[in-house]
C-alpha cells in the first residue's frame, strides 16, 4: 500500500523564519514520483516540485529548496526567510509506477506566517 | 491559456438529490482526474480517464457516484441520492498525459463545494 504522512499539523513562524515541512512516504514500486503543492487560502491546489525516485538530488528553486533522501522515504521542504504569502497549506503526495498517475496526499501541514 | 475549470463553485442539496458537477481541462490534457477533499485532509482519489475511457474508477466510495467523459474533455461526476457524509470540496486535475509513473504533474481547478443538507 501507498501512504504519505505529514507528521507536523499545524507549524506558526514569524517572517524571516526558516520553516522545514515533513514528508514521510511508503510505497513498494521502486519507481516513483514525489510532489509538493501548496494549497492558499483560496483554495486552489498549486504545484511546487516533482521528483523522481531515481533522482536523489537536492533542488533549490529561490526560497524553496528540497531534500529528498531514499534512505529514511523522506521528501521535506525547507522555506529560507519565510514570508507571510507563504501561508498556506502544504500537501506532500505520492504517485507510483505501476498506476494511473493518481495522486495519493498527505493530511497536509497548515503553515502560518506571522508578520 | 485557461487553467482547469469546474462549475458550479458551490453547489447546495438536500439529502436524496442528485448533482452533477462539471469539470473543463486544460485543452489537449488527455487524462483528467476527480478527488474529494474533506475539511482539514488532504485529497482523495476518486476516478481517472485516460481519454474518453475510466481507466481508474477504484476512489469512488460506492455506486451512488459515476463519472463520464464523453468526448475526451469536459468531465461531469455524478452523485446520486447525496447524503450528509458527501459534503466536500470536489476537485479536477488534468495532466498532459499519464504514462505509468504519473511523471506528469497535475492542473488542479478551484473545485467545487458540495454541501448537502
Known amino acids: 500500500a501507498q501512504k504519505v504522512t505529514q507528521a507536523q499539523t499545524e507549524i506558526s513562524v514569524v517572517e524571516k523564519e526558516d520553516v522545514t515541512l515533513d514528508c514521510v512516504y511508503e510505497?513498494?514500486?521502486?519507481?516513483?514520483?514525489l510532489f509538493w503543492y501548496k494549497q492558499p487560502p483560496s483554495g486552489e491546489l498549486v504545484f511546487l516540485i516533482r521528483r523522481n525516485s531515481f533522482d536523489e538530488q537536492n533542488e533549490i528553486s529561490g526560497r524553496y529548496s528540497w531534500n529528498f533522501q531514499k534512505s529514511t522515504s523522506s521528501f521535506n521542504f525547507t522555506i529560507t526567510a519565510s514570508q507571510v504569502v507563504d501561508s498556506a497549506v502544504y500537501f506532500c503526495?505520492?504517485?507510483?509506477?505501476?498506476?494511473?498517475?493518481?495522486?495519493?496526499f498527505g493530511q497536509g501541514t497548515t503553515l502560518q506566517v506571522k508578520p | 491559456g485557461a487553467g482547469v475549470s469546474q462549475t458550479p463553485s458551490n453547489k447546495v442539496t438536500e439529502k436524496g438529490k442528485y448533482v452533477e458537477l462539471r469539470c473543463d481541462p486544460i485543452s489537449g490534457h488527455t487524462a483528467l482526474y476527480w478527488y474529494r477533499q474533506s475539511l482539514g485532509q488532504g485529497p482523495e482519489f476518486l476516478i481517472y480517464f485516460q481519454g474518453t475511457g475510466a481507466a481508474d474508477d477504484s476512489g469512488l466510495p460506492n455506486d451512488r457516484f459515476f463519472a463520464v467523459r464523453p468526448e475526451g474533455s469536459v468531465s461531469t461526476l455524478k452523485i446520486q441520492r447525496t447524503e450528509r457524509g458527501d459534503s466536500a470540496v470536489y476537485l479536477c486535475?488534468?495532466?498532459?498525459?499519464?504514462?505509468?509513473?504519473?511523471?506528469?504533474?497535475?492542473?488542479f481547478g478551484p473545485g467545487t463545494r458540495l454541501t448537502v443538507l
Open positions: 486535475a488534468s495532466s498532459l498525459v499519464a504514462q505509468g509513473g504519473g511523471n506528469n504533474e497535475q492542473f
Open positions: 510505497t513498494r514500486d521502486t519507481t516513483y514520483y
Open positions: 503526495a505520492l504517485s507510483g509506477s505501476g498506476n494511473t498517475g493518481k495522486l495519493i
